[in-house]
């Protein structure tokens, strides 16, 4: 076989590089809308999102076989997305078919780099805050009586600094998002120019619906601590 077509020249392909970016940044999304929907939860009191956690909880293996995906695709997501812009920068002189066509892009192509340190940092914060935390302790604690882990959410986002850095880092997972599902319609290289240009305006509208979405979070436990008192 040519060496130009071993799987070594394969597997160091910018494509190959682009498109597992893509999917695993794709994985990410879907445990994105699972959260954000479970997390909707909230807004119908303790019994409901301390139910839905619990039966996650229940489980068991299953639970950690999703976490081991997610955690996986983290990984390849990360480590393709540093390869590809170590990448870039050795070859800027080079041209490639298949990033001629990012003409139009999304605002969260060009953010992807810092959107994504961003979103790493929350990452590690909100597990350490909410995953790890004492759901019986004091900050599970409203009116006298512990609440579980709405208590605890509510408690952590009455913090108006939590709330914000919170904010700010779900708008960024909102860019980042609209990245993603531009950037896989652009390396498959299965749309036209004008389909392309058309996809990264609904990606960026599902990234800001995503943001916002998950921006009301804060929002409601700050009405709900600070002016309705809890």
């Known amino acids: 076989m040519n060496d130009s077509f071993s799987w070594k020249t394969v597997l160091a392909s910018t494509i190959l590089r682009e498109l597992t970016a893509a999917i695993s940044g794709l994985v990410l999304v879907l445990f994105i809308f699972g959260h954000l929907a479970g997390n909707f939860l ?4 303790p019994d ?3 139910g839905y956690a619990e039966r996650l909880q229940s489980l068991g293996p299953l639970l950690w076989l999703a976490r081991l995906v997610i955690l996986t695709a983290a990984v390849l997501h990360v480590s393709a997305t540093i390869s590809l ?3 870039n920068r050795a070859s800027r002189d080079t041209a490639y078919a298949v990033t001629r066509r990012n003409a139009d892009r999304p605002l969260g192509t060009p953010t992807m780099i810092y959107t994504g340190i961003i979103i790493a940092c929350f990452v590690i914060l909100h597990i350490s805050d909410f995953t790890l935390a004492d759901k019986t302790g004091p900050r ?3 009116g006298g009586q512990s609440l579980g882990l709405y208590g605890v959410v509510l408690n952590g986002f009455a913090n108006p600094l ?3 850095a919170y904010i700010v880092a779900v708008w960024a997972v909102g860019l980042h998002f609209s990245h993603l599902f531009s950037s896989l319609w652009v390396t498959l290289g299965v749309l036209s120019d004008r389909a392309t240009r058309a996809m990264n305006r609904l990606a960026l509208a599902v990234g800001v619906l995503v943001a916002l979405g998950f921006t009301a979070i804060p929002v409601f436990a700050l009405i709900k601590m600070r002016l309705l008192g809890g």
């Open 162 to 164: 939590r709330a914000v």
């Open 85 to 87: 812009k170590l990448r």
């Open 140 to 142: 599970s604690i409203i």
């Open 48 to 50: 409901a999102f301390n």
């Open 42 to 45: 909230l807004f119908l009191g």
